[in-house]
C-alpha cells in the first residue's frame, strides 16, 4: 500500500468513531499492537526529542524500504507512534520524505492534543523523515 492508502484507510477508521473520548481508545489500542524495538535500541540515541513523553525510534533498511519500529513510555503517545509507523514504515525513503501528512488534520489529532503533545507529534514526524533523509542520500 502507499502512504497515501494508508493515511485514507486511518481517516476511515477515525471517521467511525462519534467521540473524542472513542478515538483516544481506539489510540491507545493501536499502542498495544505496536511492533515492539529491540531493547538494543531503547537509547538515547534513539529518543525523539521535543517529546514530552520518552520516544524511542529505530529504523533500518531492508530492499530500498525504511522499516520502524518504536516505543512509549505513555500509552496515548505510543499509539501516536504506532499511528506513524504504520503509515511510514515498509516505504521508500523517496516517498516518506514527499509525504504529505494532512490526514493528522483530517482525522483532527493535532488539535486534540495537549500543546506539549501536539509538538511531540511533529517531532516524531520529523525524526521519521530525517531518517529517510539520510537513507535517501545513502541509496543516491
Given amino acids: 500500500m502507499t502512504i497515501q492508502e494508508i493515511q485514507e484507510d486511518i481517516v476511515d477508521e477515525f471517521s467511525m468513531f462519534d467521540d473524542w473520548m472513542q478515538r ?10 505496536l511492533p515492539l524495538i529491540d531493547p538494543q535500541y531503547k537509547t ?10 520518552k520516544v524511542w525510534v ?5 530492499e530500498d524500504k525504511i522499516i520502524f519500529t518504536a516505543d512509549s513510555d505513555a500509552i496515548l503517545t505510543k499509539g501516536v507512534i504506532a ?19 494532512n490526514f493528522i488534520d483530517r482525522i483532527g489529532l ?7 503533545r501536539a509538538n511531540g507529534l ?3 514526524i ?3 523523515k530525517l531518517y529517510a533523509i539520510a537513507y535517501q542520500t545513502q541509496l543516491n
Avoid: W
Avoid at 483516544?24 to 499492537?33: D, T
Fill in 24 to 33: 483516544y481508545e481506539y489510540i491507545i489500542e493501536l499502542g498495544k499492537s
Fill in 44 to 53: 538515547e540515541d534513539n529518543l525523539i526529542k521535543g517529546c514530552q513523553s
Fill in 58 to 62: 529505530h529504523a533500518s533498511l531492508k
Fill in 83 to 101: 499511528i506513524l509507523v504504520r503509515v511510514f514504515s515498509n516505504q521508500s525513503p523517496k516517498d516518506i520524505i514527499d509525504a504529505d501528512t
Fill in 110 to 116: 493535532k488539535e486534540h492534543l495537549s500543546p506539549t
Fill in 122 to 124: 511533529v517531532s516524531m
Fill in 126 to 128: 520529523k525524526q521519521l
